[in-house]
């Protein structure tokens, strides 16, 4: 498969701080990729680049094969769904859904059938004669993205659309947005600083850091393969350990890296008791600093040879969680560990 939108160096500033800075990426037709990371990496504004609502200060849009990045919005075929749902609040639900539409000079006829079409897909079909105000945010944010859709886009574009939102209804939101967007096999990029979301939701990660994407791929390869201390510190809980930390806990460790990750639930609580090791596997005396419970994980923060680790249980309710300030004996994988590489190699 083609790619369907690529960017070629987009370079973005805003004074003399440099915000996007030479960003190269390829979308498939059809793929939901997410743009994720910490507020001011250049995520948004790179989003509103692809828009057109940004000018960029250099490098190529090209959509279907044809260079946008001079286009004005409207003349893009992109769609865009903010944090804020930018309803019209003097217009019903159906209204602002045919908007779109109706700037374009379609029949009226036409406009009701979409409108129609579009309120049963987002399951509001019982509003469509309801402002704004009426509604819950869950549901404004559903008419955004219907009236988004509306106008069949080539690209859907989704700006922290969530955010703002409950968790509960974040999560059945992002499960109907994605429904959505394979129905239409839409082209899609999202984004989010919500590592769950992004892990949850995509086709592809692309991780941003200072106005660059420092690492994309598939969900569980950019969660389980973070290249540097900054994937890994941002991707989860890991624990991110010098040579120095590492030796003391695994030995002499193989290979040049300078720092190295392993996950909170790799590390494995004996909780005092002697079990059979398997290869690779080496003991360590340690001692409970404190204990959180997350639902159905306990997460321990556990001091062994000098060093602290967060380490993850399964609060499955077969055993009480350990105490703090109590001994414990950790059993330790070396293959586990990964080694990271220096930022910006």
Do not use: W
Not at 15 to 28: F, S, T
């Amino acid at each position: 498969m083609s790619d369907y939108l690529e960017l070629q160096s987009i370079r973005k500033r805003y004074g003399n701080a440099n915000v996007l800075d030479d960003v190269n990426l390829q979308i498939r037709e059809g793929e939901l990729v997410t743009l994720l990371g910490p507020s001011g990496c250049g995520k948004s504004t790179l989003l509103r680049c692809i828009a057109g609502l940004a000018d960029t200060d250099g490098g190529r849009i090209l959509l279907d094969g044809k260079d946008i990045a001079k286009l004005p919005p409207r003349s893009r075929e992109i769609g865009m769904v903010f944090q804020a749902y930018a309803l019209f609040p003097n217009l019903t639900v159906s209204q602002n859904i045919e908007y779109g539409l109706k700037m374009r000079g379609i029949d009226k006829a036409a406009r009701k059938n979409r409108s129609e079409e579009l309120l049963a897909i987002v399951e509001l079909t019982d509003k469509r004669d309801a402002y704004p105000q009426q509604l819950s945010g869950g549901q404004q944010q559903r008419v955004a993205l219907a009236r988004s859709l509306a106008v069949r886009p080539k690209v859907l574009l989704l700006d922290e659309p969530l955010s703002a939102l409950d968790a509960q209804i974040r999560k059945n939101l992002r499960a109907e947005i994605r429904a959505i967007q394979r129905q239409f096999n839409m082209t899609t990029i999202f984004v989010t600083h919500d590592q769950e979301e992004a892990l949850t939701l995509s086709d592809r990660v692309c991780l941003m850091n200072k106005g660059s994407i420092v690492q994309e791929g598939s969900p569980e390869t950019v969660y389980t393969k973070p290249r540097t201390e900054f994937v890994a510190r941002f991707m989860g809980s890991y624990n991110v350990l010098s040579r120095s930390d590492a030796s003391r806990l695994f030995g002499n460790v193989k290979g040049t890296a300078h720092s190295f990750a392993i996950r909170p639930e790799s590390v494995v609580l004996l909780n005092g008791r002697t079990e059979p090791l398997e290869p690779n596997r080496r003991i360590a005396e340690g001692m409970i600093r404190s204990v959180s419970i997350l639902g159905n994980v306990i997460r321990y923060t556990v001091e062994a040879a000098g060093v602290r680790l967060t380490i993850d249980a399964l609060n499955d309710g077969r055993s009480l969680p350990l105490a703090e300030q109590s001994p414990v004996l950790l059993a330790l994988d070396e293959s586990q560990l990964l080694h990271l590489e220096k930022e910006g190699a």
